[in-house]
């Protein structure tokens, strides 16, 4: 059990550009989640996985926001066109339970900057 | 929609005093309820949980009741350690148990 692995740790960009993040879950986790924290803010959801199934997305989430897990294992999750706005730490976690027993495990981030 | 209200820090406390940090909900369905913890330099970490109304989650010498008449979860601990600093988090899963929830989080400094 290595943990929830995310890459890179910082990423800083122009407004405009586009970015993509990536999440290795805790090998046979079979769900995923994605949530975006801002300072003094708790981890707001952005999209669940189960497997290779994205099964819920954020009303929040635009449609710049696109997520992918292939083969049900490692994900990505690519911001398009990005603003200001997006910059926040974004957050993975994976778990095995589900349910009412739901248990997360979460990777330590990826800090985004927008300038 | 599922909301998790925490009571706003910083919390400022000498060591070996009494911890409560408040957490109430609104939730939709039946909810299971949970404490994360955040150490500095750290990943949320789950700290503990109830599943159903009067349970008691505890682990590392925190306590937490699921008291459903008041829709709340509020995090306790007898004597807090300088290594209890941290952010916790109030969290929540509902409905069709398929995200969590959190609260804003409550930054707890001790000091010794």
């Known amino acids: 059990d290595t943990g929830v692995s995310q890459d890179p740790r910082h990423k800083i960009t122009k407004r405009g550009q586009n970015v993509t993040f990536r999440c290795d879950p ?29 099964l819920e997305k954020s009303r929040l989430l635009s449609d710049r926001f696109s997520a992918e897990r292939p083969k049900g294992s490692f994900s990505t999750l690519e911001i398009q066109r990005t603003e200001q706005g997006d910059s926040a730490m974004y957050l993975c976690a994976s778990s095995s339970t589900g349910g009412r027993d739901e248990k997360l495990f979460f990777g330590s981030g990826t800090q985004l900057s927008v300038l | 929609g599922d909301s998790v209200t925490q009571m706003e820090g910083p919390v400022t406390l000498s060591e070996e005093a009494f911890l409560t940090i408040n957490c109430t909900y609104t939730a939709t369905g039946y909810p299971s309820l949970f404490w994360y913890v955040q150490y500095p330099g750290e990943g949320l970490q789950l700290l503990l949980k109830a599943t159903k109304a009067d349970d008691k989650g505890s682990n590392k010498g925190f306590e937490a009741t699921y008291r459903k008449e008041t829709t709340s979860f509020h995090l306790e601990k007898g004597s807090v350690q300088v290594s209890d600093s941290a952010v916790y988090f109030c969290a929540l899963i509902s409905g069709g148990y398929q995200k969590v929830t959190f609260g804003t989080g409550t930054k707890l400094q001790v000091i010794p």
């Open chain 1, 26 to 54: 805790i090998s046979e986790h079979n769900r995923l989640y994605w949530y975006r924290q801002t300072l003094g803010q708790g981890p707001e959801f952005l999209t669940y996985f189960q497997n290779e199934a994205q």
